[in-house]
């Protein structure tokens, strides 16, 4: 019955992702976004020196990485439509790059940082189980495969609770880094209030309002320099520099949180799926032994 409502849960994870071709495809970015941050990286300076060159305008291909690509294509657009200088804005673009990666890699490293403790819980417990089987022939009875079992699915429903959690938080933020950023680069540019907020599509994420206190203030805050500029004409590129430096701020204050919630979800799988059998292994032996 426990093996079932546990699938029933890792189910309900599935269908929340929308398919397992999702589960897949985070995977996959799991073990490799440091590889294709490096990469886009690398093309932000050939960005950077092709533009001192005059040639930035050219339509080169951006590697997949996140809200990234649309960002960096958005600039090499604008960089063609209105001949701006987006140098500043690429370098820009390039230390918070570092900045997601080097958040992401910590998050990623206490995630497989938990599911090997988990694995070598149940390896532990198996050999025990099994070492226990052994010299009490006959006189204790229990089900490694079915320990073995009850143990894997605990670690696929870990897994998904792990990447579930991160995911949800990065798809609250990769909005708010993507338009922010695109409505700093398109006030750089210099056009006009109405042109900037059309755009930049910024309106569609003030408009509406989310469970993060933190960023319901940073969104109260935005509305009110963006009002002040279209309505006072006052100047908007330092209240946008302090918004999108308390943007950063937030974000790496959630993803600390977001830590702490995972080693919560780490303490109730080894609770739930390494020591309950291990107890009632123990259990099972000692009561043997008693009985003897």
């Not at 959690?165 to 695109?182: G, I, M």
């Amino acid at each position: 019955m426990l093996i079932f409502l546990i699938m029933l849960i890792g189910a309900l994870c599935l269908f929340e992702f929308s398919s397992i071709l999702f589960i897949f495809n985070y995977l996959r970015d799991f073990f490799g976004h440091e590889k294709k941050a490096r990469l886009l990286e690398q093309e932000l300076t050939r960005r950077i020196f092709l533009w001192h060159k005059g040639e930035v305008g050219q339509n080169n291909k951006t590697i997949q990485y996140g809200f990234y690509t649309e960002l960096i294509e958005m600039s090499s657009l604008v960089a063609r439509t209105f001949g701006a200088d987006i140098s500043s804005f690429l370098k820009q673009t390039k230390a918070g790059l570092k900045t997601w990666v080097k958040i992401k890699k910590k998050i990623n490293s206490q995630i497989a940082s938990s599911l090997m403790q988990a694995a070598i819980s149940i390896v532990f417990i198996q050999v025990f189980m099994k070492a226990a089987l052994y010299v009490l022939k006959g006189r204790i009875s229990f089900s490694t495969t079915g320990f073995l079992m009850y143990q894997l699915a605990g670690m696929v429903v870990f897994t998904i609770v792990c990447i579930f959690l991160t995911y949800r938080k990065e798809q609250v933020f990769a909005p708010w880094f993507l338009k922010v950023h695109s409505f700093k680069l398109l006030t750089d540019v210099g056009l006009d209030v109405d042109s900037t907020i059309e755009k930049s599509q910024i309106n569609t994420l003030l408009a509406q309002k989310g469970r993060d206190k933190a960023l319901d203030l940073l969104r109260e805050q935005m509305n009110t320099h963006i009002m002040r500029w279209k309505d006072d004409g006052m100047e908007i590129a330092a209240p946008l520099a302090e918004s999108l430096n308390d943007l950063w701020e937030t974000y790496e204050r959630d993803m600390e949180l977001l830590a702490k919630r995972l080693e919560v979800a780490k303490f109730v799988f080894l609770c739930l799926f390494a020591l309950l059998p291990y107890f009632a292994m123990m259990l099972s032996f000692f009561g043997s032994l008693l009985f003897v």
